[in-house]
């Protein structure tokens, strides 16, 4: 038996952490992380990028694809010998080389990938765990009890039991965002959102081609309690029908803020087009339940990423020019709201406002997802009464201040 462990572990290492530094979904370079072995993947706002920012769309390849280097990434840094035995055993059983149907394959890899992070006590079982629920998500993989019952059954034979069950908070979130005077948004389609001018694809942090952010806010109207929220549903250009549909809500006088997402918190599907459009706050799933980590881009002094001069710009509505430094209502160990950083002697991108650290709380990789962020915005409008600063090639008065940043994210 040790000496059979023993080879598994070779075998499983040889495969995942000693191949090579990068895999291809639909024509898509993915990278593999050197330090768990899973993709280097990027969540913005219910999409999943690679390293580059393209978009990896959800076709049954690309969800293939991903959930088998996921879940070999999972297993080859899990430190359980046994784990990593059962994980080989469970594949065989299941037949997951092939022979079985797509679908089946899917959600074996997705089952046994949380049945490893919750009994094998990964290293970074919190941040990887995120990551299947986002993966998960994008995926349409049901994942509560009883969701996919011949497989849980059959896994259930060996010894694994990994369905996902969520532990009912002492507080609910709405109560604890309340608490906090961070405004409860009314059910969307109802009074209270006002709609703004859709963003303008060019300063749009990932390009897609195939939908267009719609922006809506909802200021609290309780001259007590003041706050904002901002919504943005991603219609569909041809069909005008919502896909990806997120809200986020701070509090002006205690700077909390709390998140939604337009994802069932029951079945954990994404709601359809009709659903979003009459999305009740109560049904959805927050902070405490999404996997995709929002504050690794949503950070800094507001929760919500400004571009001057465009929709997202909410100086006449909301005061974003507080001093105050936000922080997230999420009770993750993976969000939270890291900085500001120490400027050098000299620079001046600090003279307006303060810079949050770039690395993600949550990363399980190198990639920095603010830095994507960062980068985008020095090019397109930032200073916002000047010409934007350039991070390739910056204007002379800015060159330290970008090659301090650019120093901050590894890199150009």
């Not at 961070?182 to 694809?201: A, C, M, R, S």
């Not at 000299?346 to 997802?369: F, L």
């Amino acid at each position: 038996m040790i000496s059979r462990i023993f080879l598994l572990g070779i075998a499983i290492a040889a495969l995942v952490l000693n191949a090579p530094p990068s895999a291809r979904a639909d024509g898509v370079s993915v990278r593999l992380s050197p330090d768990t072995g899973v993709p280097e993947l990027i969540f913005y706002h219910g999409m999943v990028l690679n390293h580059d920012l393209q978009v990896i769309e959800p076709t049954s390849e690309n969800v293939s694809r991903i959930l088998r280097l996921y879940a070999e990434g999972v297993a080859a840094s899990a430190p359980d010998d046994a784990a990593r035995l059962k994980f080989a055993d469970a594949l065989k059983a299941v037949q997951v080389s092939g022979a079985s149907d797509g679908g089946t394959e899917i959600r074996t890899y997705a089952t046994l990938s949380r049945w490893l992070l919750k009994d094998a006590k990964h290293p970074k079982q919190a941040a990887l765990e995120d990551m299947g629920k986002a993966l998960e998500v994008w995926a349409s993989i049901p994942s509560g009890p009883g969701a996919d019952a011949p497989l849980e059954t059959k896994l259930k034979s060996l010894g694994i039991e990994a369905a996902r069950e969520e532990a009912a908070p002492a507080v609910s979130y709405i109560d604890q965002c309340r608490n906090a005077n961070v405004p409860i948004p009314p059910d969307f389609g109802q009074p209270g959102w006002q709609e703004i001018y859709p963003l303008d694809p060019n300063y749009s942090f990932v390009a897609d081609s195939n939908s267009i952010a719609k922006v809506w806010v909802y200021v609290s109207p309780d001259p007590a309690k003041p706050g904002m929220c901002v919504g943005l549903p991603r219609e569909d250009r041809m069909t005008e029908e919502i896909g990806l549909f997120g809200i986020i809500c701070q509090s002006k006088t205690t700077s909390k803020a709390c998140f939604w997402d337009n994802i069932d918190k029951t079945t954990h599907y994404r709601l359809t087009s009709e659903q979003s459009k009459v999305m009740k706050i109560a049904e959805i799933e927050d902070a405490t339940m999404i996997g995709e980590n929002c504050t690794n881009c949503h950070r800094g002094r507001n929760a919500f990423n400004i571009h001057p001069r465009t929709s997202l710009d909410f100086s006449k509505i909301f005061p974003t020019g507080t001093d105050a430094w936000y922080e997230p209502i999420a009770g993750r160990p993976t969000w939270g709201n890291p900085g500001p950083i120490q400027l050098e002697d000299g620079t001046q991108c600090g003279g307006c406002h303060k810079i949050p650290e770039v690395a993600d709380d949550n990363n399980t990789g190198t990639i920095k997802a603010y830095c994507r962020i960062l980068r985008q915005v020095v090019d397109k409008t930032m200073p916002p009464h000047e010409m934007p600063a350039g991070w390739l090639n910056p204007r002379d008065e800015f060159a330290r201040d970008i090659a301090f940043l650019r120093g901050k994210c590894g890199g150009p």
